[in-house]
Every structure is written in C-alpha cells, then in structure tokens.
C-alpha cells in the first residue's frame, strides 16, 4: 500500500524501516477505503514517522502506544521540536493522524479491523487522546444519559462535552479525587465560557454541568453543594421571535445549490428536507433508504430527539431531488443512508457537520442571510410557512414532531397577515 501513495524509493525504504513498519499498509488501506486523497494520506504517514522516531528517541517500543503518550506528543514534544518544526499543514493533520494509529492498535488483526470498521466511532464518549481516568467516567456518564433519561445522542454528546472540558479544566491528568471538588472550581469554570459566549449558549453549558454533578451526586461522588452553586439564568419562554425566511429568500437559498454536481444534487435534497418537511439537521443525516415509501409518498423519521417515529408526508419538490440524487448523484456505498459523503470518508452517512457546512455556504450568498449559521432557520422557515398558509398550530406541531404545542406558539409571533387581521386600530382611525 505504501508503494501506492510514494513513488520515491528513499520514501519507501525509510518508512519500511520505521517504528510502525508493521501496521503502515494497513493504516495506508484504511485511509484509502474512506476515500481520502493521497496528499491527506502522505501528510499522515509522515505524522506517524514523526510520533515513531519520538517514540524510539524516549526508548519505547511501538506496543507501548497509549493515550498519555499521544498527549505527551502533541503538547509537549511536537510545539518545541527542533528536529523538525512542525508546519501549520502537520499541526492540522498530526492529532486525527495518531487518533487512526491509536485505533488501528487497538483494533489490531480483528476480523473487525480488515472489514474496514470507522476508527474512531461518533458514539465514543470520549476522544482518543482524552485520560484513561476520565475516559472511564465519561463512558459510565454517557451510558446513563442514554438508558436512564432516554436523551437523544446529540443531547448526551454535548452533555459529555462538557463533562469533560470541566474534568479537564479541574484535575488535568492527575488523579481524580472527587472530594478535592470546590464551588470555585464550579463557578471558574462557567464563568469562563461567560466571558466568550453568548448568554443562551452560557445556558447550555449552566444545564449539562448540573446534570453531570447530579449524575455524581447519585454516585456519592458529589457534594449537594456544588449542584446548588450553579446558576440559573433566566429565560423568558417565547421572548424571542424565531429567525425565518422570506419567500425571496427562500428562493435564493435554493438558487445557490449548483445542481450539476453530485455534490450540488446532494446538498439541494438535505436543504428541501429542511425548508419543507421542518426536518433536523441530525434526523436529515439519520434518514435511511427504507425510510422513503415511494408509493404512498410518504416519509419516515426514526426515533430522535423526542424518541419516538413519526411519518410525513413527502412534499414533490422534496421528492423529486431526492429521488435525482440517488439516481445521479449518490456514490456506491454500502451503508443504507440516503446522504452520504463524496470526498473524505466517500461512502459513509454524513453528520450534522457536513450538513451545517453545507447550508452556510449557501447562506453566504442570500441578501440578509450572509452571516447566519446552522440549520434551525430552515426549520423555523418550514414551521412560519405552514401556518401562514392556514395550517392550526397541532398540524404544525405533528410536522415538526414536538409534544407539547407551546412550544409550537412561537410561530405564531411571526405569522404577520394574521397578527395585523386581529390587531385594533389606533383610536384616531376609529374616529
């Protein structure tokens, strides 16, 4: 495999000789079955050279690879190497390159492993490089969100995010000793995201650390305290007015997918699903061949954030581009997915990422939209057009899939016509 992605004899002699000569053409197919280029591919071989030549410099055979010693690599070795000064290129590459070796050691000659199974899950708690200590925690954490309070798995990913952001920040990679936990450490920590967040993103943060410490306080391993000194910020239920599209805008959002390409074809079918059907960018990228029913033109969406299936109906705009992608557009791939990638990772379901990426680029050229993020706006959009088309409010909360319909009201703050026909005229009109 080696021989596939170097031309240069040198090349390949050194990396024969090196530390990970043994999992190289295994790491090399890896790479290649998830469709990445060849100078992505080079730039982590020349990573993992780089980790090897440290590692037999410290004395430390290639089995000895671990968590730590990654770490050790990136913050301690690689920002002050003299050997050689690490280019903004390698920065960029090395932590995802040694986060696919530390796999591919784990995985070793698994059956597993040849099958070509990811590297690195999206279910993981945590990260590769995160302390085996904490990584411990996190599992167990994330393993009663899911089973104990039924949270969708994005829901309990940002939990776990900040889990372990706040025993990161708190213990580093010492030992974790629960009873040295103090209302300051509590307090610094959400104050410091305070300084550089928003306040309703503050509020995310505020809600996972308190479910985290009630999670340890069930354990014994958290004093009540330390959940009491977490503050409640306040929040108006329906202060604000959801951010929507106007028809014209609309039309230039789906003007600005270039429906040549496949890519193109693939991107206009994910924002229709969004714009139309009120879709989530996670039940966009959770959608499933099996889920379409062509004959009766109906659409199913797996259990997600309200845990629970619902079936909509399939809008003929929406189906014809859906339909147009999987017959020119999508790749072979083996996975059941409707959308999936074309470049890195070609073949594989695409995440809320790619989906976002994907929806801002768009975005970028409509007039009033050009700085606007994520993809709740083409949910809300979905929602506002609804209902100004004469749809009740339990007919709008049935689309979007939520269970209680106050929190379907807000869009009625933003349908105008009807706000302006129930409106009373100024006394001095009347008279």
């Known amino acids: 495999m080696i021989d596939e992605v170097f031309t240069c004899p040198r090349v390949r002699v050194r990396l024969r000789q090196s530390t990970f000569c043994g999992v190289l053409d295994e790491y090399v197919r890896q790479l290649q079955m998830r469709g990445y280029a060849r100078g992505t591919i080079r730039n982590c071989l020349g990573a993992v050279e780089h980790f090897g030549w440290w590692l037999r410099k410290q004395g430390l055979a290639p089995t000895a690879v671990s968590q730590d010693l990654v770490h050790s690599f990136l913050h301690r070795h690689l920002p002050r190497c003299r050997c050689a000064p690490p280019s903004p290129t390698e920065v960029r590459v090395v932590r995802p390159a040694l986060n696919y070796l530390l796999r591919l050691m784990r995985h070793g000659e698994r059956p597993e492993a040849r099958a070509g199974v990811r590297l690195r899950s999206a279910s993981d708690p945590a990260p590769p490089d995160c302390p085996e200590p904490i990584a411990a925690v996190l599992d167990a954490y994330c393993g009663h969100l899911r089973e104990v309070h039924g949270l969708a798995a994005a829901t309990a990913r940002s939990h776990v995010y900040f889990a372990r952001k706040f025993l990161e920040r708190t213990f580093g990679r010492r030992p974790l000793r629960w009873d040295a936990l103090a209302p300051g450490d509590v307090t610094a920590f959400v104050a410091d995201y305070a300084k550089r967040w928003r306040p309703s993103s503050v509020g995310v943060v505020v809600v996972a650390l308190r479910s985290f410490l009630r999670y340890l306080q069930t354990r014994g391993q958290c004093d009540p305290v330390l959940v009491a000194v977490l503050p409640r910020l306040p929040k108006w239920r329906l202060a604000q007015v959801p951010r929507v599209m106007s028809e014209e805008q609309l039309d230039a959002f789906l003007a600005a997918f270039d429906r040549s390409t496949a890519t193109g074809q693939r991107d206009y079918a994910m924002a229709l699903c969004q714009a139309e059907l009120g879709l989530r960018a996670c039940e966009v990228a959770a959608l499933r061949l099996d889920d379409l029913n062509w004959r009766s033109a109906t659409l199913r969406i797996p259990a997600g954030k309200v845990a629970r299936e619902r079936e909509l109906p399939l809008a003929a705009r929406t189906g014809r581009a859906i339909a147009d992608y999987l017959r020119q557009g999508r790749p072979a791939a083996r996975c059941r997915h409707v959308f999936v990638r074309h470049r890195s990772l070609c073949g594989t379901p695409v995440n809320t990422s790619v989906i976002q990426g994907a929806m801002q680029r768009a975005y970028a050229q409509v007039p009033g939209c050009e700085r606007w993020a994520g ?29 209680s319909l106050d929190t379907t009201a807000i869009y009625t703050k933003v349908d105008l016509p009807r706000l302006a026909a129930v409106a009373l005229p100024w006394p001095e009109v009347r008279s």
Do not use: I, S
Request: glycine share 6%; hydrophobic share 40%; no cysteine.
């Open 375 to 403: 993809t709740h706006a083409l949910r809300h959009t979905a929602a506002t057009r609804l209902h100004r088309r004469g749809a009740k409010l339990k007919e709008v909360a049935d689309l979007l899939g939520h269970r």
